[in-house]
């Protein structure tokens, strides 16, 4: 069964750096898509990026200026990281594997609240 | 940056339909797939449909989705007190070359 788990700290200071990680467990780590997607407290949805196994990446461009994606298929992970966070930029962030273009994100992290706060 | 619109609650009693409407544009809902997903308080999201009218494998058949024109839905028959959840659409917008979700639906079984 194929298992989304995460990490990363969860309170920051405005100005640093969001970093979170989410390994992939069970099934192939190659062919699918990985994203990240943000969830603000009592909020909706908002996707924030993907990567391609094949190293293809595509951002919002939204934060495409303040995000970055990448991906260490050495040991099936896949990596966020977000510069000068603000208080908007609080939200649980989520990973998911997504099965091809256009069909959803089939398996989801558990999520990590993060807090921007001085 | 929510361009695909939802009705912000739907409601019902056990065992009628409740259909969810997601309203967009022709640079998403017009030209590409509609996915939803169901959502629990404290919880990820989980896949409900995709590619418009397909059920992941464990999804009850109760969940159908449709797309027409423009606007997708979704339909819960034969409701059920577990169904009580937040539901959202989701696409791609062509123009804003971004995966886009919708505002989000809570049903409430009465």
């Known amino acids: 069964q194929v298992q989304l788990q995460q990490w990363g700290a969860g309170l920051l200071k405005p100005s640093e750096t969001l970093s979170l990680t989410c390994a992939v467990y069970?099934?192939?780590?190659?062919?699918?898509?990985y994203t990240w997607i943000r969830q603000p407290p009592g909020k909706g949805l908002e996707w924030i990026g993907e990567?391609?196994?094949?190293?293809?990446?595509i951002y919002n461009p939204s934060l495409e200026s303040r995000v970055t994606i990448s991906m260490d298929t050495s040991k099936d992970q896949f990596s966020l990281r977000l510069t000068s966070v603000t208080a908007a930029d609080t939200a649980i962030y989520y990973c998911?594997?997504?099965?091809?273009?256009?069909?959803?994100?089939?398996?989801w992290g558990q999520g990590t609240l993060v807090t921007v706060s001085s | 940056q929510s361009v695909l619109t939802q009705p912000p609650s739907a409601s019902g009693t056990p065992g009628q339909r409740v259909t969810i409407s997601c309203s967009g544009s022709?640079?998403?809902?017009?030209?590409?797939?509609v996915n939803w997903y169901q959502q629990f308080p404290g919880t990820a999201p989980k896949l409900l449909i995709y590619?418009?009218?397909h059920r992941p494998s464990g999804v009850p058949d109760r969940f159908s989705g449709s797309k027409s024109g423009t606007s997708g839905s979704l339909a819960i028959s034969g409701l059920q007190s577990e169904d009580e959840a937040d539901y959202y659409c989701?696409?791609?917008?062509?123009?804003?070359?971004?995966?886009?979700f919708g505002t989000g639906t809570k049903v409430t079984v009465l």
């Open positions: 022709s640079s998403n809902i017009g030209s590409n797939n």
């Open positions: 998911a594997r997504g099965m091809a273009v256009g069909y959803g994100y089939d398996y």
């Open positions: 590619g418009n009218t």
């Open positions: 069970g099934g192939s780590f190659s062919g699918y898509f």
């Open positions: 989701s696409s791609w917008d062509d123009s804003l070359i971004a995966y886009v």
């Open positions: 990567i391609i196994h094949t190293g293809s990446i």
